[in-house]
């Protein structure tokens, strides 16, 4: 039996210009529409998100300008263009702690996708009395409140991400699923604890 080729998920690590596009939640939401459900018109994203077409053009144009989506050339006409992602998910680095402006875009960036994680938790809350038993008892959520150093905190990290990622890789759509698999969500936030690490070291200041 041939041994079964491993897929690598196409990545970005966004630079300032492509932190800034993402940090709104329409254009957020949009990329996020693209990556998951595949390619999508200007028109069709406006009615899922109850835009008017205008707006939507102005955003898939700002993401466009960006490198985060392309069109989709092997579909549409002339008069409806296609659109999707240029990439299947987003990796932040590290910022750079001199640098202000960096800081600030990468906190709003933070910011507008915890937003929408809050929001897709709520409703998954909402859904869960519906939900076959099966699925049902699969349903979690955690939090651990531990003390640890930077270096402790990185390896968890990586820990996480190297089994999640080995996941994503072997079944990151319904072709390469198994029959009996639905679309899942593993939320991953990572953070002090607020209100205990709020000053700038020196060196950042």
């Known amino acids: ?7 690598v998920i196409n990545r970005v690590r966004p630079d300032l210009d492509q932190l800034k596009a993402m940090a709104h939640p329409v254009r957020l939401t949009m990329l996020g529409k693209l990556r998951v459900d595949g390619p999508a ?9 109850g835009l008017n077409s ?21 579909r549409g006409n002339k008069r409806e263009r296609w659109w999707k992602a240029a990439h299947e998910s987003t990796v932040t680095e590290p910022s ?6 960096e800081r ?7 910011g507008v996708v915890a937003h929408q994680a809050a929001a897709q938790i709520e409703q998954a809350a909402a859904e869960f009395p519906e939900l076959p038993k099966e699925w049902a008892d699969l349903v979690g959520a955690s939090d651990y409140n531990v ?17 999640l990622g080995e996941v994503a890789e072997s079944a990151r759509d319904a072709e ?22 709020t000053h700038r070291d020196e060196e950042g200041q």
């Open 54 to 74: 205008g707006a939507t053009s102005y955003h898939l144009r700002q993401l466009a300008d960006a490198g985060l989506v392309v069109e989709d050339t092997d």
């Open 176 to 197: 390469s699923a198994p029959a009996d698999a639905a679309p899942i969500v593993f939320q991953f936030h990572t953070f002090p604890r607020p209100g205990t690490l």
């Open 147 to 163: 003390y640890l150093t930077p270096e402790q905190v990185r390896r968890v990290k990586d820990a996480v991400h190297a089994v």
């Open 1 to 7: 039996m041939a041994k079964q080729e491993r897929r």
């Open 104 to 110: 600030a875009v990468l906190g709003a960036y933070h």
């Open 96 to 101: 750079r702690a001199d640098d202000v402006e």
């Open 41 to 49: 018109t200007a028109s069709s994203l406006a009615a899922l998100l």
